[in-house]
């Protein structure tokens, strides 16, 4: 069974069809860029992907990094491939020309960089993780820190990292207790433990560059006190080159289910109480600062999950077409050949759901970069429209592609039977990979408490009115007989989200924050789902519209997932829907010495 990688056809129909990225090609600053220039960036990343990412993927998971002697030690396939895709500049992929970069927007830069995780997620993590905390540095710290340490980021000299969480707190970042201590030069001493650093040890640059949440002290209780630091692993010299070792110290690895080949890091800032960290931006403002790196960190996990989601669909489906066995329920003669399992219909079933779930999840996290170019590229009304979505619409993008591309590698397994959890076959690697993503970046049950606690209600509710507003725009412009079903089905359900949002919001002024959101799980999942249908509404109509004898296939695939979709898939809402409206207390009112 040969590797796969993102279908080519699937991603020219997402990126163009879909989203109509031509148009973004008529701003000035991608106006360099064409159809021809986003296919061979693809063509190359395609390659890349192939040639030096997608043979180590099994050989990390099986001999993931190990602790020696007090430093990290790694496959060196890991280092080549890395250098590989910084030589080909996908590191800057998104950045300006100005600073080296190939300029490209940002669902185009998502589709190359996508190539890579769909086949190699561990050692994809890394550069990802150089970008995101570039990003911030780029946007919040002073020129001097973007001099020291934003060029050799971009240039893969230098790595990065985000170092929030403490071994006590977990996600309640509020509980924090690593200090940042000011010095009389400007500077910081940190002093705390951070766990679960990904990429927190590596061998693959000069300098690791951590962002470090820290408190200083006589700040503000809770998150409010929060500030950000730049804590090297290396000190500078003078010359901006890496020098002495910064009080920074490798407490241990942390062995996961799944991502072997990215190290998961146990790291001790100031046990010698000279651990030097240099503050980004004003005081007291990192958690604001960091959530750009954890937004950005959310909707790339979302994507992952999709991407590894459709991976173990590709993955089964060929296995499915492949591998013969019985024979149909008609025929009585055992001396037939066997057929393919494809050909029996519960096995069409999983490989449908699969497809259902893949592809909405990659739909929507392309959307999501979409807005990202809308806040970037577009006019004013346009940019602050596209912000208060894509605020809306983080938690959804980072859960629902999590849970559900999960889901899909459970069939995946299913679909392969019993050859499916051994590791002669890629499946149970893919699920394991991707089992961390509705855990990663915020469970899902947090981010249901983000979107229902905080989202909605942001603006005067005004991220859901645009919501409302663009998915009526796609339902009013169905036209073919074939898609009228999908949009009548959602214009339908949109009242009803409405409705249940009154509904939690009178219980949020009449019971408090505790009942009244004891079920944002529930409005995750009814909000998810209602995007997905969204998604695959705005597949069936770009689907339709394909009129080449090529495309007829691949046009039927899209309009019969979308009708699993709407006819299997979007009515389990209906449950959450009751649910909420009753404020049903199942959970809430569970003793604890009941269990």
């Known amino acids: 069974m040969t590797d796969t990688i993102l279908d080519r056809r699937d991603l020219r129909f997402q990126l163009f069809e879909v989203l109509d990225t031509d148009t973004l090609l008529s701003r000035p600053r991608f106006q360099e860029h064409s159809r021809e220039t986003i296919e061979a960036a693809l063509d190359t990343a395609e390659k890349l992907a192939q040639d030096k990412f997608a043979n180590h993927n099994a050989l990390c998971d099986k001999e993931e990094p190990r602790f020696v002697d ?31 970069g190939m300029q490209l927007p940002e669902v185009a830069a998502a589709a190359c960089t996508g190539m890579f995780t769909c086949v190699n997620p561990g050692t994809t993590a890394y550069p990802f993780l150089i970008a995101a905390a570039g990003n911030v540095i780029r946007n919040f710290a002073s020129e001097t820190l973007k001099q020291q340490f934003l060029a050799p980021m971009m240039e893969g000299r230098f790595t990065g990292t985000m170092a929030l969480t403490e071994p006590h707190a977990g996600s309640s970042l509020a509980d924090i207790r690593t200090r940042a201590v000011p010095q009389d030069d400007g500077s910081y001493r940190i002093k705390g433990n951070k766990i679960f650093i990904s990429g927190g040890e590596n061998e693959l640059g000069d300098n690791i560059v951590h962002l470090v949440l820290a408190k200083i002290p006589g700040g503000p209780e809770g998150v409010k006190g929060i500030s950000l630091f730049v804590v090297p692993k290396y000190r500078l010299d003078e010359q901006g080159e890496p020098a002495e070792r910064n009080d920074v110290i490798l407490a241990g690895l942390i062995h996961k289910l799944g991502y072997r080949g990215t190290t998961s890091t146990a790291l001790t800032f100031g046990d010698n109480d000279d651990c030097h ?319």
């Not at 007090?70 to 910084?86: L, N, Q, S, T, W």
């Not at 604001?288 to 909707?299: L, P």
Request: hydrophobic fraction near 45%; aromatic fraction near 10%; charge should be negative.
């Open 70 to 100: 007090g430093k990290v030690v790694m496959r060196d396939e890991v280092k080549e491939a890395f250098e590989a895709y910084i030589e080909a500049g996908f590191l800057a992929a998104r950045a300006s020309f100005d600073e080296g």
């Open 277 to 595: 960290g240099y503050l980004v931006g004003e005081a007291h403002q990192g958690l604001r600062y960091m959530f750009q790196m954890m937004n950005e960190a959310r909707v790339g996990v979302g994507y992952g999950a999709a991407l590894l989601g459709y991976r173990g669909y590709r993955l089964s489906l060929d296995y499915a077409r492949d591998r013969t066995q019985g024979r149909s329920a008609e025929t009585a003669d055992f001396s037939a050949p066997m057929i393919p399992i494809i050909e029996h219909a519960d096995v069409r079933r999983l490989l449908l759901t699969q497809k259902a779930y893949a592809e909405a999840a990659l739909a929507m996290s392309f959307y999501g970069y979409r807005l990202v170019d809308e806040i970037q590229t577009g006019d004013e009304t346009q940019a602050n429209d596209a912000a208060l979505l894509l605020d809306l619409l983080t938690p959804v993008l980072k859960t629902w592609p999590s849970e559900f591309g999960v889901k899909a590698n459970d069939m995946a397994i299913q679909v392969f039977g019993g050859a499916g959890y051994t590791r002669e076959y890629p499946v149970e690697q893919v699920w394991r990979d991707n089992r961390l993503n509705p855990i990663h970046e915020g469970t899902t049950g947090i981010h249901g408490l983000d979107l229902l606690g905080r989202k909605v209600w942001q603006a005067e509710s005004r991220g859901l009115v645009l919501l409302a507003q663009r998915i009526m725009a796609d339902v009013s412009a169905t036209t073919d007989s074939r898609c009228q079903p999908f949009a009548c089905a959602l214009q339908d359900m949109l009242p009803k989200v409405q409705s249940v949002t009154e509904a939690v919001g009178k219980q949020l002024a009449s019971e408090g924050a505790t009942a009244a959101l004891s079920n944002a799980n529930a409005y995750l999942q009814l909000v998810g789902h209602v995007v997905a249908a969204w998604m695959w509404l705005r597949q069936a109509n770009a689907a339709v519209a394909l009129t080449s004898a090529e495309d007829e296939d691949f046009a039927n695939g899209k309009l019969q997932a979308a009708r699993y979709f709407f006819q299997w898939e979007l009515p389990r809402v209906e449950t959450d829907i009751t649910r909420l409206q009753e404020g049903d207390r199942s959970s809430l009112d569970m003793q604890n010495r009941w269990f």
